[in-house]
């Protein structure tokens, strides 16, 4: 089994940047990506950006392209999301998510997620 813990959440301005990070314990060999997914009051869960172990990005909010970037070394089971000119709408309990080789659209395994709060 692979645990996934994630760091670095808190409460900040809008404008402020902050980073949060994850790593990954346990069964991590057959480990190809890690993401992270949010989920704001009162909206859908979100995946936001992921990294697989050759270090290849991607992105998937319009929102946070530009603002948030993902970066670390899979293969280490490290992972993090620098996250800067953050707006209000970024409130939200964020999640560090892993997939195996063989995965499907879902995430084979989850953090407990860490909140991140933005004042106006």
């Known amino acids: 089994q692979v645990q996934l813990v994630e760091s670095g959440g808190g409460a900040l301005q809008s404008g402020g940047s902050l980073r949060v990070s994850c790593e990954a314990s346990g069964s991590t060999s057959h480990i190809y990506r890690m993401g992270w997914y949010r989920q704001a009051p009162g909206k859908q869960r979100e995946l936001l950006a992921s990294?697989?172990?050759?270090?290849?990005?991607?992105y998937y909010v319009d929102s946070v392209k530009g603002r948030f970037d993902i970066d670390g070394d899979v293969a280490k089971n490290t992972v993090w999301l620098q996250m800067d000119a953050l707006k209000p709408e970024d409130t939200a309990v964020y999640y560090c998510t892993a997939w195996q080789i063989l995965a499907t659209t879902d995430p084979d395994f989850w953090g407990q997620g860490t909140q991140v709060t933005v004042s106006s």
């Open positions: 990294l697989n172990r050759g270090g290849f990005a991607n």
